[in-house]
Nanobody, 125 residues
Framework: VQLQASGGGLVQPGGSLRLSCVAD?????????VGWFRQAPGKEREAVSC???????YYSDSVKSRFTISRDNARATVSLQMTSLKAEDTAVYYC???????????????????WGQGTLVTVSS
């Protein structure tokens, strides 16, 4: 399984970005939970948003109502639409996938075996 994250960049506060995570060399993609995590300089990696194989979603409190996660199983893609971006959203964003994530663990990084390379989001004026 290979994951390719893209869509990061520099955006002004209040702006929007759409991140995509495309899976390659994967079978039965609809069995996989996919999560977006981020890591800011000097901070630990944290869960941002996740979507289970049953389309249940998780959002961290810091992004709830601003970010929307969605999946397209036919294209093996999960997207993260980010709006009203703040400086504190600046981080490297990683996507992760795993077919054995139980719903209660969907926001735990250790639940995922497969990780993408990360895409940098910088929110600055």
């Amino acid at each position: 399984v290979q994951l390719q994250a893209s869509g990061g960049g520099l955006v002004q506060p209040g702006g929007s970005l759409r991140l995509s995570c495309v899976a390659d060399r994967i079978q039965d993609y609809d069995y996989y939970a996919v999560g977006w995590f981020r890591q800011a300089p000097g901070k630990e990696r944290e869960a941002v948003s996740c979507i289970s194989n049953s389309d249940a979603t998780y959002y961290s409190d810091s992004v709830k109502s601003r970010f929307t996660i969605s999946r397209d199983n036919a294209r093996a893609t999960v997207s993260l639409q980010m709006t009203s971006l703040k400086a504190e959203d600046t981080a490297v964003y990683y996507c992760a996938a795993d077919a054995n994530v139980i719903l209660s663990s969907v926001s735990l990084s250790q639940a995922y075996d497969y990780w993408g390379q990360g895409t940098l989001v910088t929110v600055s004026s």
